[in-house]
C-alpha cells in the first residue's frame, strides 16, 4: 500500500507530524515528515553555497538515519525500514536561545505494516501444540492459532507439526500463506503482534 504526504515540518524534538494520505497502490512506499533535533549552524559550515548545501543534505541523511534506526517502527506507519530521497530543504530558521537552525523537510522512506484483512506469507519458526508463530519481514510475532487452521491437526514428536487428510503440513521453516484477522501495536516494544488464519480460500503452506 503506497501512502504519500506532503506537510512539511520543522526540525525540532516536540514536532508532530498528521500525514494526510491517500491509498495509490503497492508496494508500501511512504513520502512522510519527521521530527528531528535542530540542525547547528556549526554543522552547516561558512563555505561557499554549494559546499553549505552539500554538508547540509548529508548532516538531515544522518539524523534521519539515526531517527529510523532509534525509532525501529510507529503506530501509524509500522516498520521503518530505509530512507529513500531526500526530496526538498526548505528555508532555515535560526532558534532564539539554542542558535540551532530548523529546516523543514520532506523526504521519502518505506515503511513494513500489516494491515486486517490483508492476504501474506510468513514463515514458520515455532510450532506449539496450539498453534503456530510466523515471521513475516519485521514483524516477528504472528500467531496462527490451532482454531484457525481448518481440517489441520497437531502431531507431536520431536519436530511437531500441523497435518491435514491431504497430508498438507505446516512444521518449523513452512511458507504459509495466511489472512490478517488483526494486529496490536505494543508501545514498550514498539513492535507489532498480529493474529492471522487460513479461513479463506487458497491460503495455507506454500509449495
Known amino acids: 500500500m503506497t501512502y504519500k504526504a506532503y506537510q512539511n515540518f520543522s526540525l525540532t524534538q516536540s514536532s508532530s507530524a498528521r500525514l494526510r494520505t491517500r491509498d495509490i ?3 508500501k512506499l511512504l513520502k512522510l515528515p519527521f521530527p528531528l533535533q535542530g540542525l547547528s549552524l556549526s554543522k552547516v559550515g561558512k563555505s561557499n553555497h554549494v559546499s ?3 554538508m547540509l543534505q548529508k548532516s538531515i541523511v544522518v539524523q534521519l538515519l539515526d531517527e529510523f534506526a532509534s525509532r525501529k517502527a510507529t503506530k501509524d506507519l ?3 525500514l530505509a530512507l529513500t530521497t531526500l526530496e526538498t530543504i526548505g528555508e532555515g530558521r535560526v532558534r532564539e536561545h539554542t542558535g540551532d537552525v530548523l529546516f523543514p ?3 521519502s522512506g ?3 505494516k500489516l494491515f486486517r484483512g490483508e492476504i501474506a506469507e510468513g514463515v514458520v519458526h515455532k510450532v506449539l501444540k496450539h498453534g503456530v508463530f510466523l515471521s513475516c519481514g519485521p514483524v516477528e510475532n504472528i500467531y ?3 482454531l484457525k487452521m481448518p481440517d489441520y491437526d497437531y502431531v507431536p514428536g520431536e519436530n511437531p507439526v500441523f497435518m491435514n487428510s491431504k497430508m498438507s503440513k505446516i512444521e518449523k521453516g513452512s511458507t504459509v500463506r495466511f489472512i490478517v484477522i488483526g494486529t496490536k501495536w505494543l508501545e514498550s516494544e514498539r513492535e507489532f503482534q498480529a493474529l492471522v488464519g487460513l479461513h479463506a480460500d487458497y491460503l495455507g503452506p506454500v509449495s
Open 25 to 27: 497502490g503497492s508496494p
Open 52 to 54: 553549505q548545501r552539500l
Open 110 to 112: 518505506i515503511t513494513f
Open 78 to 80: 509500522g516498520y521503518l
Open 105 to 107: 523537510v520532506v523526504f
Open 144 to 146: 496462527l492459532s490451532k
